[in-house]
């Protein structure tokens, strides 16, 4: 069975840190995803990382896939109170064709003003 | 905007009854996924179809849930018999399977409580 641990799963910081969430498995994933979640809402993707040792920027957000695929991190830099929510990755690939994502259990990170 | 659009986006029942959720994906999109999502938790994979085909079933959906997608567009997801147990998120996904690389795209959810 495929696992995704997310670490931490509560994260409550001032304005301005920086913080660092992680994504581990002992499975191989060919792709993992980072979502972000409001109350209420749906996710909403952010990144999709697919090769092994891949970082990917996205404005004060910075995205790493480990070089064996089997983990990610995802970087905030000088957090914004607009970053709070819920941080979700996603493995995606498994056996077969299918195209279910593995979510972790999820980071909520509340960035205080 | 043409994004995935799901309905109810709140449902509250009573133990017993039976409820049916709708999922509008993303026009062209071939799959269409449905996972649910308990509070505090990421979501948990339920079943997807590729076109009108269901290609797949979690062992989370017990034979209460029944999901259909008859002309390969929207789909339906119902609960016979709810239990307070069935008290989640539902969230639909759809996506367009090109190659080896697709990107889910999530509706809003119904949040389902039973009481």
């Known amino acids: 069975t495929q696992l995704l641990e997310q670490s931490p799963q509560f994260l409550s910081i001032q304005e301005g840190e920086n913080l660092t969430v992680y994504c581990n498995s002992s499975s191989v994933f060919s792709s993992l995803q980072w979502y972000r979640q409001e109350p209420g809402e749906g996710p909403v993707l952010l990144v999709t990382v697919v090769t092994g040792g891949e970082v990917k920027k996205l404005k004060r957000l910075t995205f790493q896939f480990g070089d064996a695929r089997k983990d990610s991190s995802l970087h905030i830099t000088a957090a914004q109170t607009g970053d709070t929510g819920l941080y979700l990755c996603?493995?995606?690939?498994?056996?077969?064709?299918?195209?279910?994502?593995?979510f972790g259990q999820g980071t909520t990170l509340q960035v205080k003003p | 905007d043409t994004g995935v659009s799901q309905d109810p986006r709140h449902k509250i029942t009573k133990r017993g009854q039976n409820v049916t959720f709708r999922c509008d994906p993303i026009?062209?999109?071939?799959?269409l996924y449905w996972y649910r999502q308990t509070l505090g938790q990421g979501p948990e994979f339920l079943t997807y179809?590729?076109?009108?085909?269901?290609?797949?079933k979690s062992r989370l959906l017990s034979d209460r849930f029944s999901a259909e997608r008859p002309k390969g567009s929207f789909s339906t997801l119902e609960i016979q018999r709810t239990e307070q147990g069935d008290s989640a998120m539902y969230l639909c996904?759809?996506?367009?399977?090109?190659?080896?690389?697709?990107?889910?795209?999530f509706g809003p959810g119904t949040r389902l409580l039973v009481l």
């Open positions: 179809f590729q076109n009108e085909a269901q290609l797949e």
């Open positions: 996904a759809s996506s367009l399977r090109l190659a080896a690389q697709e990107t889910q795209y």
């Open positions: 996603a493995g995606g690939g498994g056996s077969g064709n299918t195209g279910k994502l593995i």
């Open positions: 026009s062209e999109h071939n799959r």
